[in-house]
């Protein structure tokens, strides 16, 4: 989220971000702007009504563990808003992006009415088992994770992409530092 910079901020006028947003929407007092940081990732930038991108701006940041996604994001916007090299981001990692267009396939075959079985074979390339072969299939049990995900991810689990993996040792501490 991005606010209007507090007086305590000097900010330089020849440092002020010129931002080239590729879609604004106005939605409940707020604006919506979607940043194209570089070819293929984008921002979405939340700008309070009566602010413009124009005036000088200050990214907030929780404390908390989602801080710590805010943070790389705003690192990976000010480097294109300054022509720096904009660095990859990590949420996704090539496994987890082959692993949720596995997802969406499965979940488009299952909602056209595809069987596992014939999902199995387009998505891994396999011919047609034998009804006890496919039983026993450890390509039925991978389809069967797919679906199971794919759904969770359609009724509302996409969220987590937008965060990293946190580690269990974090969500232990911050359970027992809740009840403190």
Known sequence: MLAAAPPIFSLDRDARAVFDVVRSVEQDGETHLLYEVSKNQHLQLIL???H???APLVAMVPIGLEGFDRVESIYRLLASLYG???PPDTRLTRQKRRRMRHMLQAFDGFRDGATQQEIAQIIFRLPHM???DWQISSARHTVMALL???HAMVAGGYRTLLRHRR???A???RTENDQH
């Open 48 to 50: 309070p009504t009566g």
């Open 167 to 169: 580690s269990q040792g």
């Open 84 to 86: 720096r090299v904009v």
């Open 52 to 54: 413009s991108p124009a």
């Open 171 to 173: 969500r232990a501490r």
């Open 148 to 150: 199971r995900d794919a």
């Open 130 to 132: 034998k009804r006890d």
